[in-house]
């Protein structure tokens, strides 16, 4: 948390926080311990309120959050938000994405382009350049290489937005449940979304069916974005690769 208190945005540090929450039940320090020690970090992103109300805000996501998982608050001895925690909804925040008309995702997405870098708006041009090129010789795969904190997960964000403000399909995964959670537009892990099997090596093959619904949501994906890629294996990428 520390670390990624540095370099990421806050929503995306109560998403993490849930995550640990839900899937590790902290001791020590605990959840409330860890929300005294965050909670600033945590609540950055309404900068236009008060402390306090950005506190209350902070809250109310992370109820929302929580409630997602069938968990409240009091199960982890955290405080509820006053009335201030339900008006916790900002543009930047990824919540139901799927149910936005592509004009709404147009929107979000001229307001992410207009604070891209050089850097980054290559990356996002190409990137879609390459998913509406009809041309076989095309390159289709790239990898993208920064430290924290260049905006990696900024380009991930507009590129959502900008499929879907055309109708096409994108699927975030990542190699750790963690990294999953943070992803925007509802992030699984390489193993849960493609069914790769435990341990993998270099003959697996993935579990889904050819004319399973999961295959059909493959089909019709535009892009595949594999966070954390530098941690995937050969024996992996090669069972995904046989799947596609």
């Known amino acids: 948390m520390r670390e990624l208190a540095a370099t990421e945005m806050p929503y995306r540090l109560r998403f993490l926080f849930v995550t640990i929450l839900v899937h590790n039940n902290p001791v020590n320090p605990n959840g409330l311990a860890l929300w005294d020690n965050f909670q600033e970090a945590m609540s950055e992103d309404y900068r236009e309120d008060d402390a306090d109300t950005r506190i209350q805000k902070a809250l109310g996501h992370l109820r929302y959050l929580l409630n997602g998982h069938g968990r409240t608050l009091a199960d982890f001895n ?3 938000p006053d009335e201030r925690g339900l008006n916790w909804r900002h543009i930047a925040i990824p919540v139901n994405f799927e149910d936005m008309n592509p004009e709404q995702h147009r929107t979000i997405a001229m307001q992410l382009e207009a604070t891209l870098n050089e850097q980054q708006r290559n990356v996002v041009e190409t990137k879609v350049e390459a998913v509406l090129s009809n041309d076989p010789t095309t390159n289709k795969s790239y990898f993208v290489d920064g430290p924290g904190g260049t905006g990696k997960t900024y380009v991930i964000n507009l590129l959502y937005h900008r499929l879907r403000q055309l109708n096409y399909r994108m699927i975030p995964t990542a190699f750790t449940g963690i990294a999953a959670a943070l992803l925007i537009g509802g992030g699984q892990t390489l193993h849960s979304k493609f069914r790769i099997p435990i ?10 069916q050819a004319d399973s619904e999961q295959a059909q949501m493959l089909r019709e994906c535009k892009l595949f974005i594999i966070d954390e890629a530098s941690q995937v294996s050969r024996a992996m990428l090669e069972c995904i690769d046989r799947l596609l």
């Open 78 to 80: 955290l405080p509820e």
């Open 199 to 208: 341990p993998t090596d270099l003959n697996s093959v993935s579990r889904i």
